[in-house]
């Protein structure tokens, strides 16, 4: 779905920069609660509506005030950088499970799809961002270095053990998923489009005896 602005959102970011807003109440635990709250409706939200959610409604999803989402991300794009740079972490922690407990063209192929889907969140970033994640300097770039090395290693494993053909790179596979990404939400039914995308390239990738 294309992002759609939100007027709303005017009203909050004043309120975000008042000297006079109040201070979080409670303990560092609630504070971890609720930044957490933050990051999960906000999750759904941009995988929803685009990057141009309401963070109005995102703090009402998450059953917090706007001021205390502004506290813990004082502007829209510190939120979606954390989402993004999360996004990455599991990613790459997602391919070193599969690595070690799933037989080989089993784990590149759950990993394929959990990219996929993944990829929802990133279409829309605003420029600023994307710029971000290209600087090498940036921690957003550490993190898509490190989770496009976690994927590339499941590659070379599938490559190595000859269950996928040595003709195709990480950057060919990560374009052809990514596409695959942005179709499947272009439709009805995006998990399934998705799924059968992915096992028709997948066979194709799969090398034959």
Same mark, same amino acid.
């Given at each position: 779905?294309? +992002? !759609?602005?939100?007027?709303? @959102? ?13 201070? +979080? ?9 609720? #930044? *957490? ?5 906000a999750r759904e939200a941009l995988v929803?509506? &685009? ?10 999803? /998450?059953?917090?005030? $706007? ?5 813990? %991300?004082?502007? #829209?794009? =510190? ?11 599991a990613l790459a922690t997602r391919a070193? #499970? ?15 799809? =959990? ?7 990133? !279409?829309?970033? +605003? ?21 496009? !090395? ?6 070379? #494993?599938?490559? @190595?053990? &000859? $269950?996928?053909? &040595? ?6 596979? %990560?374009?052809? $998923? ?5 179709? *499947?939400?272009?439709? =009805? /039914? +995006?998990?399934?489009?998705? *799924?059968?995308?992915?096992?028709? $390239? ?8």
């Amino acid at each position: 779905m294309a +992002p !759609q602005s939100n007027r709303n @959102d005017a009203p909050d970011v004043a309120y975000a920069n008042r000297s006079d807003a109040p201070e +979080p109440a409670g303990t560092r635990a609630d504070a971890r609660r609720n #930044r *957490a709250r933050i990051l999960v409706a906000a999750r759904e939200a941009l995988v929803a509506e &685009g990057t141009d959610a309401s963070l109005r409604a995102i703090a009402r999803r /998450a059953g917090v005030g $706007v001021g205390t989402l502004y506290r813990h %991300f004082p502007t #829209r794009e =510190d939120l979606i950088k954390e989402l993004v740079r999360e996004s990455f972490h599991a990613l790459a922690t997602r391919a070193g #499970r599969l690595d070690a407990d799933v037989p080989t063209l089993d784990a590149l192929a759950a990993w394929l799809d =959990d990219f996929a889907h993944a990829t929802t969140m990133y !279409q829309g970033l +605003p420029a600023s961002l994307m710029a971000t994640i290209a600087d090498e300097a940036s921690p957003l770039n550490r993190a898509c270095h490190d989770m496009r !090395q976690a994927g590339a290693a499941l590659l070379r #494993r599938a490559q @190595d053990e &000859g $269950v996928i053909r &040595g003709d195709i790179d990480d950057t060919d596979l %990560f374009a052809l $998923v990514s596409a695959i990404g942005w179709a *499947a939400e272009r439709t =009805d /039914a +995006p998990d399934a489009r998705r *799924a059968r995308l992915l096992k028709v $390239v997948l066979a194709g990738l799969v090398e034959r005896a």
